[in-house]
Each structure stands twice: as structure tokens, then as C-alpha cells.
């Protein structure tokens, strides 16, 4: 069954330390997102990639970096980790174009202490 | 900068009622509108999608209807039931962009 992986489920971090997320698509979706999500706020757009090898800003980048070094993985990287950073971030897969359904992971508790 | 505003907040209904949730968008190059439905826990997964050209689409339960001349949308659930308690987003797209934009969320509440 086509799905979307997140990992870890949950993560505490230290402040200023390097935090990874992981997500794993098996849709064989060309495009991949990472989203936040906070009370008030709903879903804010991170960064997103269009396939292996690219990665683009989305609405809130600053300090996250995106990997995407294939078609299935696509990780999200805080490299000094905030207390801001405190959030549930979920992975999302779509087909191209910006008329196509999102599949979403299940989500990435972190508290940032 | 929001581009695709959702109201209300937080809504409650008893069971057996109609719930309507609605949004409106500012980019007149919007063609694609899908509801997503997420439960505690759990990411959203897509509910109910209409296009453009639409502007009606029902899914048993669940009925979205488009207005393009006022640039909004809305999602009416029918016989609400405890079960459809989630925080539902509305979202947007078109054929040229690459990423749909949402909405701030509805989180929805059905007593029985």
C-alpha cells in the first residue's frame, strides 16, 4: 500500500543541537513537502522538492535545511535547533502540479528544550 | 501573507445537524480546492475536492460548493455525526504552481 513514512514519531532536543526528520514516500509522487503545524497557524510550508536532487523555500524556511537525495526520501534538518522549533511537522507527497492530492505522513512531535 | 482564509476556528454541533465551514481565497488563478479531514494523531488525508469548472460536488455525507464570482468555497456535512469530530483545511492550487496553500483549519466538534 502506497504510503508515506515519517520518522522518528517524537523527539526531544536540546537547544543548538542538529535534529533530522525523515520521510520515505512509496506513492512514486515526483513532489514532496514539509509542513509545521501550530495551533493558530494551521499548516505552514517549510520546504518542498520537485524530485531527486532539488530542493526549494516554501513559506517559513528560515533555519531548516531539505534534503532529497532520491525520489522516495526527503529529510528535513534543523542544524542549531530553537525552542521555537517546538512543533508536529509532517511529510507530504503529491503528484506534479499544484492541482494534485497530498498524501500525508502521520507526523513528528518535537520539543525543542 | 494568508492567502486562503478559513472560518470559523472551532466550531460545535450536536449530533444529527448540519455543519458548514467555509473559506475564501485571493488568487484569482486558483482552480483546485480540496478539503483535507485530520484526526488527533493522525496527518490530514484528503476528504472531498472540486474544481473550477464545479460548482457543486457530494460525496454522501459531505458536499463542497465553489463560488468563483465571490471567491469562496464551503464544506456542508449532513446528519453530523460524533465521528466527524477533526479539524478539517480547506487548500488551493492551479495547474502551474507546484504546492497547494491552506487554510488556518476548522477544528470540529459533534456532541451527541
Known amino acids: 500500500e502506497a504510503a508515506v513514512t515519517q520518522s522518528p514519531r517524537n523527539k526531544v532536543a536540546v537547544t543548538g543541537g542538529k535534529v533530522t526528520l525523515s520521510c520515505n514516500q512509496t506513492?512514486?509522487?515526483?513532489?514532496m513537502y514539509w509542513y509545521r503545524q501550530d495551533t493558530g497557524h494551521g499548516l505552514r510550508l517549510i520546504h518542498y522538492?520537485?524530485?531527486?536532487?532539488?530542493?526549494e523555500k516554501g513559506d517559513i524556511p528560515d533555519g531548516y535545511k531539505a534534503s532529497r537525495p532520491s525520489q522516495e526520501n526527503f529529510s528535513l534538518i534543523l542544524e542549531l535547533a530553537t525552542p521555537s522549533q517546538t512543533s508536529v511537522y509532517f511529510c507530504?507527497?503529491?503528484?506534479?502540479?499544484?492541482?494534485?492530492?497530498?498524501?500525508f505522513g502521520s507526523g513528528t512531535r518535537l520539543l525543542v528544550i | 501573507q494568508q492567502q486562503v482564509r478559513q472560518s470559523p476556528q472551532s466550531l460545535t454541533v450536536w449530533e444529527g445537524g448540519t455543519t458548514v465551514l467555509t473559506c475564501s481565497y485571493e488568487?484569482?488563478?486558483?482552480?483546485?480546492f480540496p478539503w483535507y479531514q485530520q484526526f488527533p494523531g493522525e496527518g490530514p488525508a484528503l476528504l472531498i475536492s472540486?474544481?473550477?469548472?464545479?460548482d457543486k460536488k457530494e460525496d454522501g455525507r459531505f458536499t463542497t460548493f465553489f463560488n468563483k464570482r465571490e471567491k469562496k468555497l464551503s464544506l456542508h456535512i449532513i446528519d453530523s455525526q460524533p465521528g466527524d469530530s477533526a479539524t478539517y483545511f480547506c487548500?488551493?492550487?492551479?495547474?502551474?504552481?507546484?504546492?497547494?496553500?491552506f487554510g488556518g483549519g476548522t477544528r470540529l466538534t459533534v456532541r451527541p
Open positions: 507530504a507527497s503529491g503528484d506534479a502540479g499544484g492541482n494534485s492530492d497530498y498524501t
Open positions: 506513492n512514486n509522487h515526483n513532489n
Open positions: 522538492s520537485y524530485g531527486a536532487g532539488s530542493t
Open positions: 488568487d484569482s488563478t486558483f482552480n483546485y
Open positions: 472540486i474544481l473550477s469548472v464545479s
Open positions: 487548500a488551493a492550487g492551479n495547474n502551474a504552481g507546484a504546492k497547494l496553500t
